[in-house]
């Protein structure tokens, strides 16, 4: 998001009460996730249903930006949802890396890079800027995002083994005994579309910060 579009009170406060709502689930999510580590109870299916939630929640963020009602930049916005939405499925479907480091890792980076983005957009929907907010929200995405991708690709390249001996998710070919093995399907996403998607990911967030923390843009 940049530049606030005008907006009513009315409108602004929806915009205000949804960015509030995100954070809550998330701090909750945050919570069990902490609480989960200081335990030594992790249990990947505990925090699944409500990070399926909080992420397909998001799908409103790009839609607010369709709609012209926020700035968001939907072509980012769909690629960071929908590539969450597929991993929590990815790893959900793969139980041999329920309990692997990368997978509370991950978790960690993604609750974490929206702690920090929707107390911002929660201010930003009265059009106050708060520059501490401003600051964290564009910068802490410099190690949390690089992270997630990383244990996303981790994750993925972990789980080729099980889903082409399981044949888990395998697609059935319409009017043939084919199935397509959802592991080459995993490959290509990890090796092929992953790279691609990060470095576009990853621009845009630099670009993001450099229109927004610029000595010139302050000014």
């Known amino acids: 998001m940049g530049k606030v579009p005008k907006r009513s009170p009315l409108l602004s406060l929806y915009i205000f009460l949804y960015n509030v709502v995100l954070f809550v689930i998330h701090l909750v999510i945050f919570i069990k996730l902490v609480n989960s580590q200081l335990t030594g109870n992790f249990v990947y299916a505990e925090h699944f249903l409500l990070f399926c939630i909080g992420t397909a929640a998001q799908l409103l963020d790009v839609v607010h930006g369709i709609l012209g009602i926020t700035s968001t930049g939907v072509v980012a916005g769909i690629i960071q949802v929908l590539g969450r939405l597929s991993m929590l499925y990815i790893v959900e479907g793969n ?89 080459f399907v995993l490959g290509m996403l990890a090796f092929v579309a992953m790279p691609f998607l990060s470095r576009k990911l990853l621009g845009h967030m630099s670009k993001q910060r450099r229109n927004k923390l610029s000595p010139a843009k302050r000014d």
């Open 95 to 183: 139980p041999t890396i329920h309990n692997q480091i990368s997978t509370p890792i991950l978790l960690f980076a993604w609750v974490l890079i929206e702690l920090f983005r929707y107390p911002y957009y929660a201010f930003r929907a009265w059009n106050i800027e708060v520059y501490i907010l401003a600051w964290l929200r564009y910068s802490a995405w410099i190690p949390l995002y690089p992270l997630g991708l990383v244990m996303e690709w981790i994750s993925q390249v972990s789980s080729l083994k099980y889903y082409y001996e399981s044949e888990k998710y395998a697609l059935r070919i319409p009017n043939t005994d084919l199935r397509l093995n959802f592991a």
